[in-house]
T-cell receptor, first 114, second 112 residues
């Protein structure tokens, strides 16, 4: 079982729509969760961090965490063509011998068309 | 503010040649450091991570090794490169083991 799994893409939405990206993780003891955006040929850049159950909003982005279901999601409202990129979910186990191990999903490619 | 430097940006190396990639972080002390590899069209594979000098954990046994000779310096090495070592190598740092990581610009390695 993979540490972090993301819903298979690619995902294509029209400009102005809501894009929904999902992620599940295997270790119930995981402590911290992140979403990164990666443009083609570039390194990942951090979009959101979330550490506790519930929603966290930052501008057009909302991250949602449900530890009981081991599920993390990212909603992008009012999607723009500039949001077209690969979105990576990352999970940090954060305890014991696995402290510090940050695992990534394979990513979901999002295309926002005008 | 903190910055991370990774070089070189691109590298073409013959099979069997050695490798040394360097990463340094400025503006913080005792960072958590990571090396990742991203093969074409694939996700990020954690190779090594370090919570301090002399403390390096290897995630996947392979043809690579890592060292942390100074607090803010992380080096990825290989004695003999294989074709399968080609990929996008990324160094990252975090303030603590449980917080978000920030990436360098990456090194695109092609083994020929």
């Amino acid at each position: 079982q993979k540490e972090v799994e993301q819903n298979s893409g690619p995902l294509s939405v029209p400009e102005g729509a809501i894009a929904s990206l999902n992620c599940t993780y295997s270790d119930r003891g995981s402590q911290s969760f992140f979403w990164y955006r990666q443009y083609s040929g570039k390194s990942p850049e951090l979009i959101m961090s979330i550490y506790s159950n519930g929603d966290k909003e930052d501008g057009r982005f909302t991250a949602q965490l449900n530890k009981a279901s081991q599920y993390v999601s990212l909603l992008i409202r009012d999607s723009q063509p500039s949001d077209s990129a690969t979105y990576l979910c990352a999970v940090n186990k954060g305890r014991g011998s696995t402290l510090g191990r940050l695992y990534f999903g394979r990513g979901t490619q999002l295309t926002v068309w005008p | 503010s903190q910055t991370i430097h990774q070089w070189p940006a691109t590298l073409v190396q013959p099979v069997g040649s050695p490798l040394s990639l360097e990463c340094t972080v400025e503006g913080t002390s005792n960072p958590n450091l990571y090396w990742y590899r991203q093969a074409a069209g694939r996700g990020l594979q954690l190779l090594f991570y370090s919570v301090g000098i002399g403390q390096i954990s290897s995630e996947v046994p392979q043809n690579l090794s890592a060292s942390r000779p100074q607090d803010r310096q992380f080096i990825l090495s290989s004695k003999k490169l294989l074709l399968s070592d080609s990929g996008f190598y990324l160094c990252a740092w975090s303030i603590t083991p449980n917080t978000e990581a920030f990436f360098g610009q990456g090194t695109r390695l092609t083994v020929v």
